[in-house]
């Protein structure tokens, strides 16, 4: 059986060489572009360094799990988590129980472990390991243009009906509306961010804590993706912020709202942020706006603000380790605070 071990600087180019093999050379050399900045850099790793956890057979590396940690806010209480990412056994080790023993171990060094958006295998894994299941993170989107109600599995025929149709309607919620406070570009997370989180974070009954240090490694700081970020001001304090950027999809343009975050009390900020991001996402050509939250207040003003659910493919588990929780605990999310952001999802 293999040992499983901790990562040390001189395993990477073994890990490499294991990634290529199991994900092929495209995700490799995304991969590679982002490691350094994804497992050395942040903010949150222990003094040990990162948490990965290596599977080894004499001198062979045949696993991985590599892990993002953070610090999670449960209603108030301050614990260290950790989300599964990269896992990986060699392909002609796979299904022998080495996933598993790489999961257990994880689970043993953290006090939560999260995993968001899971592959097909890793998600029946943790369903056979009996991980509480809390997911997927609903999806919202806010349609902007006629194409963007277009359904690649329409006909043409259809597709242009029900365009004509809603077209109107499209037009009502997308029409330019008047910012009720000042929402200002940021290049970098000040103290006052972490302000707002210290004052925001414990009316969450779980969330990522989302202090400055956090928020520059995750939004400013990332070497593989480009964001625009905007702060809510009121007078010298800062009142919420949100995160985007805006891409090409194949079936049209699309403004990705990452990350935002406000007093949930707080519905004027929420709504003069999403007009914020509304203009931008015109001025970027954007069909529409799409974002996750798991949060059923911020979901409630969202579709207030011309937003429609939609089927979500971003999963969701946590297993607390920490401290006892209650029992439906994993059934009761209403005041979870995730977002795409949360994990390593947009890459
Ligand atoms: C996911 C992965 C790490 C699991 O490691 P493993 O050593 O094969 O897992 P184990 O042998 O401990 O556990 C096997 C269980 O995992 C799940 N599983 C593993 N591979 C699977 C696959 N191809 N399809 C569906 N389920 C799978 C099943 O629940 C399986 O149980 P079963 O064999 O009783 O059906 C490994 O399959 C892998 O490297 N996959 C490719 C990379 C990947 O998808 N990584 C996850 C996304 S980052």
């Known amino acids: 059986m293999a040992d499983i071990v901790r990562f040390r600087l001189e395993d990477r180019r073994a890990i490499d060489t294991l990634y290529r093999r199991v994900f092929g050379h495209d995700a490799a050399n995304a991969s590679q572009l982002r490691w350094n900045w994804q497992y050395l850099q942040n903010p949150n790793n222990p003094p040990g360094g990162p948490q990965i956890w290596l599977a080894r057979e004499g001198p062979t590396i045949i696993g991985q799990y590599a892990t993002m940690p953070v610090r999670l806010t449960l209603t108030g209480q301050d614990i260290a988590g950790s989300w599964g990412m990269d896992v990986m056994v060699a392909p002609e080790r796979q299904r022998q129980g080495i996933g598993e023993v790489l999961f257990r171990t994880w689970d043993q060094h953290v006090g939560a472990s999260l995993g968001l958006g899971l592959s097909a295998s890793s998600h029946r894994l943790f369903k056979k390991l009996k991980w509480p299941e809390v997911g997927p993170v609903p999806c919202l989107v806010k349609p902007l243009t006629r194409r963007a109600i277009r359904r690649a599995n329409w006909p043409m025929s259809l597709n242009r009906l029900v365009s004509a149709i809603t077209y109107p309607y499209v037009r009502f919620i997308s029409r330019n509306k008047p910012l009720h406070a000042q929402v200002e570009p940021v290049r970098h997370f000040d103290d006052r961010f972490t302000k707002l989180w210290e004052r925001v974070g414990p009316s969450f009954g779980l969330a990522v804590r989302r202090d400055a240090a956090y928020l520059n490694w995750k939004y400013v700081e990332p070497p593989h993706v480009r964001y625009s970020i905007v702060a809510l001001k009121r007078d010298e304090t800062i009142g919420g912020y949100a995160v985007y950027r805006h891409l090409q999809e194949p ?78 605990f994993y059934d009761h999310t209403d005041d979870w605070h995730f977002t795409l952001g949360d994990s390593d999802q947009d890459r």
């Open 251 to 328: 079936r049209g343009r699309v403004t990705l709202l990452v990350d935002y975050l406000v007093d949930p009390a707080d519905a004027v900020g929420l709504e003069t942020l999403l007009r914020w991001v509304d203009r931008e996402a015109r001025a970027a050509d954007s069909d529409k706006v799409r974002l996750f939250s798991m949060h059923a207040g911020f979901r409630k003003l969202l579709r207030r603000s011309g937003y429609f659910p939609v089927k979500s493919t971003l999963e969701f588990t946590i297993r607390v380790n920490a401290v006892p929780v209650p029992s439906g």
